[in-house]
């Protein structure tokens, strides 16, 4: 089993204190204080050497503690230590980490078992650290900040159980600029006798009063993360992945609300998963009215063996506050995962438009006419060829070749050398599909090594698109795709990857693994280390996460894939949904997005061409999924028109605030803008879904303008006041038709 040291990675960024501290310990009061631009985190160890956690919210000062109360709570036991002082419960506390075996009935946070098969430990405060630069983790992602500008800190507080010989390592970064703090827990057995961490979660937020609704992102395949808000009472709401990924069911992203709040007023407290497989996120609401939430690790499937000297690490938390609502708490999250989770080459850079072969010719191509399919995409100006699933192995259906990473020469006609170079010839980058953690059981792979597929013996294996998963939690698994991916990618001028992942995994046993229960965090281990070593060996490969569409958006898989195919769902009018809940969470940077030919394959839709791509046109990573030999003049002439379009919009979208200005799940128009940095411009997009005879005049309302300008319509010369564009909005046209979109640019006049 690994063994992931040491507590902080090498790589842990010093940089100057900032003048007023992030981090600030109050001897006195045993406080200690987070600061950020807008905000404040507090904790404090008590006098038993419990930590309880005092307040999260807009930026104070002074002590919290006084939030605490006290009384004779029936069935809320005492810790021994309080004796007969029936008032101290940790059943009505409000606690940092919370931990199974303390007298607190609630949900914990980490749950632990003995060699003898008890459960409980009793956590207590043992030490506390603060340095400068932001921590990073052994093996898994997590925020980074290399910039002296962000005055980053961390802050390392140390828990132990005596008897146990457990420790905890509970880790804060703050990046007071933009309002994020994060969590990590490292969890280490420093006895001498095996332990067993039966449940691991990272981040617990504990509010002593308050009624909060509850939103969370919800979907299945093609239909993902559509909002979802209902009140957090009486009942312990759970969301959740047991399928191996982060799935297209759930988001590992939540948000707590007051009941009031909307996009622009209201307090709001999110956690974000900084991971890619199996999680909870839990909010409970309790006897007293309090109310807990918390993130991290799943407990199905999970029971991670640790020996004497051995730590687990519960994946990073990213957590922000907001008293402006929705929006603000969106562009905190936006500026934290786009610039200190995504990295290398793309994180900054234009991504290239690109033609993508699947839904133009799924598996039945040649080199021939996937070469007349590059050639109308140079004719239209298209930057890139993406050859899709088929170019490998006996790859010609779902059943066979997956495993099996050799160029099929005899299907292509040609080399793979040979062909990307006339590719390029056209003027046309190259990218290439792979699903590296997948196998055919009809593959030499698996005729050769059947013990490398995660399969129960003595069961047949459930199937998923006719494959299996490959053991990622295994080196020699990792290191065999390591090696035929590199041949590939060694060979030809290949400068994009879309990584793949099409089924769930619902066998879980590893031939080589010691503990069962360590398998699948130990795959998701494994998989980051193979995308660490790719992005290492091809720094300018640009890579897209996907999983059959958006079974794998996290924030996790975004530090190393800076686009995510969001959805196989290419429809324009269900992409209004499923982009608009993805923006709560996630820049729409990341967002990767393409149009597709009409009918839509997957529901039958007819939309504008126009409207298509209005709505792929606001994501980081736009392109065509269709035959282009197909478009009539008209639309090909279209099609170059949207291609100098989006060149001018390209570094808007990654660079500009995005603002969600109104609903496609509760309102008739779905607008959203992109707002400069200085506020002098704004990109607009609004669609109508559905039309209306004798339709009422429907109004969009801005956002992000300065009150006290004028700003003029760059295609038609019209000013306007600001304040009336925000507080009234701008008529959009009339017209007949469902899924109209209208675009329009302004720029700020005067001074």
Not at 11 to 25: G, N, P, W
Not at 352 to 380: C, H, K, Q
């Amino acid at each position: 089993m690994p063994v992931w040291r040491p507590l902080l990675c090498s790589y842990l960024i010093h940089v100057k204190a900032s003048t007023a501290m992030s981090i600030v310990f109050d001897d006195s009061a045993r406080t200690i204080t987070l600061s950020t631009r807008r905000s404040t985190y507090q904790m404090q160890i008590d006098r038993y050497g419990f930590l309880l956690h005092l307040y999260y919210g807009r930026r104070t000062s002074g002590c919290m503690d006084y939030l605490l109360t006290h009384a004779d709570r029936g069935f809320s036991p005492s810790p021994y230590a309080a004796r007969d002082d029936r008032t101290y419960s940790l059943d009505a506390l409000p606690l940092e980490y919370p931990v199974e075996g303390v007298g607190d009935f609630r949900s914990p946070a980490l749950s632990v078992r003995d060699a003898r098969g008890t459960f409980g430990c009793d956590l207590r405060y043992v030490r506390h650290e603060v340095s400068d630069g932001k921590y990073g983790l052994p093996g898994l992602p997590a925020v980074y900040s290399t910039d002296e500008a962000d005055h980053a800190q961390t802050l390392s507080v140390t828990l132990r159980d005596e008897r146990l010989g457990l420790e905890v390592t509970l880790l804060y970064g703050v990046l007071p600029e933009i309002d994020v703090i994060t969590r990590a827990a490292i969890v280490r057995n420093e006895g001498d006798v095996d332990l067993t961490v039966e449940k691991a979660q990272t981040a617990c937020l504990d509010f002593l009063s308050g009624e909060y609704d509850l939103v969370t992102f919800h979907g299945r395949h093609a239909n993902e993360r559509i909002a979802n808000r209902v009140p957090a009472d009486h009942i312990r709401h759970v969301i959740s992945s047991r399928r191996g990924t982060s799935s297209h069911q759930y988001n590992p992203m939540m948000i707590l609300a007051d009941k009031g709040a909307d996009e622009t007023s209201g307090r709001c407290w999110s956690m974000s998963f900084v991971y890619s497989g199996d999680f909870v996120g839990e909010v409970e609401h309790d006897q007293y009215d309090q109310t807990r939430m918390q993130l991290g690790l799943s407990d199905e499937r999970f029971s991670y063996l640790l020996h004497a000297g051995e730590q687990l690490v519960a994946p990073e938390v990213i957590m922000t506050f907001s008293n402006e609502g929705f929006d603000q708490l969106s562009q905190n999250l936006h500026r934290c995962i786009g610039r200190h989770v995504c990295r290398g080459r793309y994180r900054d850079a234009s991504r290239p438009i690109v033609i993508n072969s699947w839904e133009a010719m799924y598996f039945d191509f040649s080199g021939d006419t996937i070469l007349s399919l590059a050639r109308e995409a140079a004719d239209l100006g298209i930057d890139m060829l993406v050859l899709d699933d088929g170019w490998f192995g006996l790859r010609n259906n779902d059943c066979r070749g997956l495993g099996d990473w050799t160029v099929n020469e005899t299907k292509l006609g040609y080399r793979l050398p040979e062909f990307v170079e006339k590719v390029n010839a056209l003027g046309l980058r190259f990218g290439l599909w792979f699903e590296p953690e997948m196998v055919n059981e009809d593959s030499d792979l698996y005729r050769a090594h059947p013990d490398w597929a995660l399969t129960v013996p003595g069961q047949a294996p459930v199937l998923g698109r006719s494959q299996l998963v490959l053991d990622f939690s295994r080196r020699e698994v990792r290191e065999n795709i390591f090696e035929q991916l590199c041949a590939v990618l060694d060979q030809a001028n290949v400068e994009y990857v879309k990584w793949d992942f099409n089924r769930s995994i619902s066998d879980v046993y590893s031939a080589a693994a010691e503990s069962q229960g360590n398998v699948l965090y130990d795959y998701v281990l494994g998989l980051y280390e193979f995308l660490e070593r790719l992005t290492a060996r091809y720094p300018k490969l640009l890579i897209e996460g996907c999983s059959g569409g958006g079974g794998r958006f996290d924030a996790g898989m975004l530090y190393y894939t800076p686009q995510i195919w969001c959805s196989d769902n290419t429809d324009a009018h269900e992409r209004l949904s499923i982009q608009y809940g993805t923006s709560f969470g996630y820049p729409v940077s990341a967002v990767s997005a393409h149009v597709s030919a009409c009918p839509n394959e997957r529901n039958g839709r007819v939309t504008p061409m126009a409207t298509r791509a209005a709505v792929a046109m606001s994501a980081g990573g736009f392109g065509y999924e269709l035959d282009l030999g197909k478009l009539t003049d008209g639309e090909k002439d279209e099609v170059r028109r949207q291609v100098v379009e989006y060149h001018k919009l390209d570094h808007i979208v990654r660079e500009w605030d995005y603002h969600r200005l109104s609903s496609p799940l509760t309102d008739p128009v779905t607008a959203w803008s992109f707002v400069s940095p200085d506020a002098s411009e704004t990109h607009v997009t609004a669609v109508v879904s559905l039309a209306e005879a004798n339709a009422p005049t429907r109004y969009v309302r801005l956002r992000g303008l300065i009150p006290d300008s004028s700003y003029r319509n760059v295609e038609t010369g019209t000013i306007y006041p600001a304040a009336a564009l925000m507080d009234v909005g701008i008529p959009l046209p009339l017209s007949v038709g469902d899924h109209r979109s209208y675009v329009f640019d302004l720029e700020r006049v005067g001074e």
